[in-house]
């Protein structure tokens, strides 16, 4: 079987990470660079800054009118009011003009008299140094414009500038070589063949360490070959602040990285307890930090915020980083293991001023579930999991103001939600649609548990042959809609060409099917059917083999180990398959009455009426709109 | 007089934008452009994204093992385990590899015994599709990627460019022409002369610009001077999406900039109800939107974050734009007026688990107040004002983890302060020191509300000739203590080579002083010293000009309009000014003792003992540390 690397440890987080900048201390010497001021957004100051200026630069007007001596306009009333000649007793000044002794106020245009001849008439004294901004009243020469290891702001450029200063001392920003390897992988725009991954990680990297103040060079993919590996990273420690080796951090057989590190240098930890992403590598190399991420984009992400994050900051003196956090409450049971600090990604909602956390898909793999997250919930190693409806705190990746105006959908999966989600914010700027997708029943818990403001469904009740009606009654005490969504087409989808020759329900014993997970309104449909055909489920060769969308059915026949999968017509399109069609169901949106109100759920309403709507379903195909947004009162 | 704008409107703030927005409705076209995945950072998607390839891109092992038939692994157990052998009934596979059929399942390595001959035992049958990873588990090709109107984000990339996605169409970055406008105003860098204005607010807007994803142009001041401004403006509405002229919007004699707009084209609005800012004007020039911005800098700022992000955003993409909110206990009363909305700066600071929000100085030109606050406190049209220990919603520019760490200093203000807020992220990194300065007093005043961990102090007791031990035991009850921080010299500032001869107080009555504020003390010993020598403060001209800092009674006096002030040396060496000693003083903390505790605060410790600390004191001059850092538990 090859040499394996069965050795990875599993040191927690917070342990592997202080003895890693522990061992780095002294080692990580951020640079200093001298930049002009107006160039200066988002760098970090190396050292206080002290204006050179005063601002303003002399006492000024703070208002537009003349400037005077306050003394020498004592007396002056309503009953006995004051003249005032032009150039003896004062002088016009615009607002920020200088104000010279011995003027010491000034009065403003509005509470003057003028007068034929130029001169003005005044019916209050003065007081001294009214309407005077003082010399450095803003900003007095040799104070600290700004401290060291300040990220500069716009506003930080202006007073800068104001005060003075048109270069200043920042940290340099820390160059990262980015090293993705792996002989499986191929750049992206290369046609991928039969075991080839898409090398995709390295620009996430690249990207990560721009926003993070640095600078990286990404290389081109390295092959699984100890020699060549070895090569460039002892050529990369020689000219760049921080080494990072993308995959080959695991146990297995072609997994060369950490002992070309352990050649190289010193491997001060590999394994830590954190899931997703436990095969991590923290080395020192020539003085030089290397790290090693897992090749799942999830747990290359997790361990880059967790460990690339903090050495940079160290380099670029960055003081922490942190996303907003919010409380929100747990809407699935989590169960976590001792063994690990759990990464969890989360779509978060309101719902009646509550928020509420739903998890997303858990494993390594799942880089969609971190696009589709508006945040993380940590478990504590010390934690066994979290119960549903506990309290939870969520790390935002959304601004609060986003979340309020979401429409929760928790429910079935069509691909009319993506175009919903898509014609949103784009049709009403500032609202949003997120869809977690659990099946139609497990929509309508998270609804009757006050999760979501509506659960797409399409359930068909056996008895009367009704849609969504009768179990929404059956299930609802509190007064409920149904707004009618899309007649959808269900069928088998089948390869290209139907090789199998297969014509209904009755041909699919004997044939490799892939069904739908429990409480998927497909699935309901499909054991009707089977009953109608009296035929039993053991008889159905992966009956129990389960999808979690319409999608991944199609996909698991495209890919070729299936030969059948109940879906919908849009599905077998998308994925270029064939489709017998068994006939039209309904896929509504089930709403309590209460949520109607709400204008993000009344937005949802005119997105799902819109003309926008109809063309893109259309294209789409095997839909018909016949009852598109029209609310049934229950 | 000349010719002035007095025709300022006040249009309450929400109407005047939604007025100019209805009127650029239909003008506000974005543009799309194509760009490479690889590069898309922090643009917005023009349209929703598919995915053009699965990912994994086949069925793929999710362990290192064996790809085996499941079928064929039944019966196996610890009693009777299954002989499997190499290239026949199985083939290793390192995660990531693709299984081929009939295989449909992985066998952990970890659960295999190896034989001499190649082959494997196991002791437990595998169940079919387990270790696998389905095609499209995590990206289905046809599957929406991304929405419309979405910020790339680094994860987005990967995703991406894993689901076969190279390039995409964006919005283009909207560009803006910004001019800066005045005769009075230089660029930074130049020597500024008497009446000049260091120009800095082109600067702010092209980084705030910058921020929110736009393409800023920034042009060389022009002069006040109608016709080339009219010309300017007229070029740049043809090849620019969007047009800043800054200053020249106000009612002043030079203010040309709503003349040109009106010749040019039409002036929506001019006048907001809006504190700071009210002079903002609101055009259109052939089709094109075209902002006339105040010329004080926070006034510029918060127009800019009022009027021209939304617009940006409607030519960007972007939907919406909020700073984190967070109530707070208001520290001070604030009144405000039925005419304006008002924004005023506040300093925000967590004691004992509470947010005070502490107000910074309201006028326009106060940029530094901009910097140094850590978020607005919005005081809507329709509020008289909020009275202190109310609770406030604050839009923060810090995240909570900073306020967390952070301790709050008010009182009265030393050089030293900032010298400390200096080293406490540098030495300590994630704490920081934010310091308000009110004066003795008034920091004492702050402490007994719970509105800061400390009260920077320096009371002479009267009767005892102590410094803050006796002020301290007769104002608080609970348990104080008291850090020593430096005994410090005070003085008289005079002008460079002390041409009026003052060498002691006696010598004050008759010239142009300038005093500190109430309860500042400073004042205080100002009060002590004039009794002392019996002398009236009628006897003072000036006594009743105060000034918030000893930086600012020094500025007055380099300004040139008073002749002396009492302060502090290093104050004096700052200013170039002469410094004639009265005496040193105790500046220490006041710190209740429970927060003593508090690790921040213990950072605060260490850092006022430190070395740096030290030398930069030393650097500073005209203090001595004799017992700083010293604790008195009182």
Partial sequence: ?????????????DEALSKYLKALDGLLVPEREVIPAAESLGRVTAQAVYARYCSPLYNAAAMDGIAVEAERTKGASEREPLLLRAGEDFTVVDTGDPIHAPHDAVIMAEDLLEQEDGSVQITEAAAAWQHVRPIGEDIVAGEMLLPGYHVIRPIDIGVLLAGGITQLEVWKKPSVAIFPTGTEIIEPGQDPKDGDIIESNSRMFEAMAREQGADPTRFSPIADDYERLRQAVSDAVDSFDLVIVNAGSSAGTEDYTVHVLRELGEVLIHGVAIKPGKPVILAIVRGKPVIGLPGYPVSAYINFENFVIPVLNRLSGRTGRTAPQAEAVLSRRLVSSLKYREYVRVKVGKVDDRLVASPLARGAGAAMSLVRADGFCVIPQSSEGVEAGEKVTVELYRTMDEIDHTVVAIGSHDLILDVMADLMPALYPGNYLSSTHVGSMGGLMALRRGEA????????????????????????????????????????????????????????????YVNRQRGAGTRVLFDYLLKKEGISADAIRGYDREAATHM?????????????????????????????????????????????????????????????FAERVEALGGYSLRQTGTVLYL
């Fill in 1 to 13: 079987m090859g040499k394996r690397n069965l050795y990875l440890k599993n040191t927690p987080v």
């Fill in 453 to 512: 403001h509506l659960a797409p469904t399409h359930l068909l009740d056996e008895e009367t042959g009704v849609y969504n009606i009768p179990t929404l009654k059956r299930m609802f005490t509190e007064p409920m809609a149904l707004i009618k969504g899309v007649d959808r087409i269900q069928g088998i989808l089948v390869k290209k060409g139907n090789p199998l020759g297969i014509r209904g329900i009755a041909d699919l014993p004997g044939v490799h």
């Fill in 552 to 612: 991944a059915v199609a996909a698991a026949i495209a890919g070729g180990d299936a030969d059948a999968g109940m879906g919908i017509e849009s599905a077998a399109r998308a994925m270029g398959l064939d489709f017998i069609e068994v006939g039209p169901e309904e896929y509504d949106f089930a709403v309590p009455v209460r949520f109607l109100e709400l204008l993000h759920v009344q937005r949802f309403l005119d997105v799902l009426k819109s003309r926008e």
